[in-house]
């Protein structure tokens, strides 16, 4: 499965990684291993890096699955890092079904210090 990810229970942060082909099927597995891991907490923030996924195979229904389901908090502060266009949509339509469900702390960024800023000092930088 091309994603991993570490638990920082001191800073209260997920840092999830997305690297290679990325599927609707991986973001689900994803998903159920952080729901299996002990230190996971749906308060925590999370910091998803896909800068390195080369080729994303997911649709807008596999997208709006995806969103449908979410195991962190509707408070949480979420960080998406993109580094191609093509994923910029992908996660700009993840964040649009978010909202639409009322989760209020996504940001995408482009800059990994801006969004670790973001996600851990609370800034409203976006």
């Not at 229970?9 to 690297?19: A, D, G, P, Q, W």
């Not at 973001?27 to 952080?34: D, I, P, S, Y």
Request: some cysteine; aromatic content about 10%; glycine content about 6%.
């Amino acid at each position: 499965m091309p994603a991993y990810f570490r638990i920082d229970k001191e800073h209260k942060l997920v840092m999830s990684t997305i690297y290679g082909v990325f599927t609707l099927a991986d973001g689900l597995a994803h998903q159920e291993q952080l729901l299996k891991d002990p230190d996971f907490d749906l308060n925590f923030s999370q910091l998803l890096d896909c800068a390195h996924v080369t080729k994303a195979e997911l649709g807008p229904d596999d997208v709006r699955r995806l969103a449908q389901r979410s195991i962190f908090s509707s408070d949480a502060r979420r960080a998406i890092l993109v580094a191609s266009d093509s994923v910029f949509g992908l996660a700009r339509m993840f964040v649009m079904f978010r909202e639409a469900l009322g989760e209020k702390g996504i940001r995408i960024f482009h800059s990994l210090d801006e969004a670790l800023y973001w996600v851990l000092d609370g800034s409203s930088a976006a």
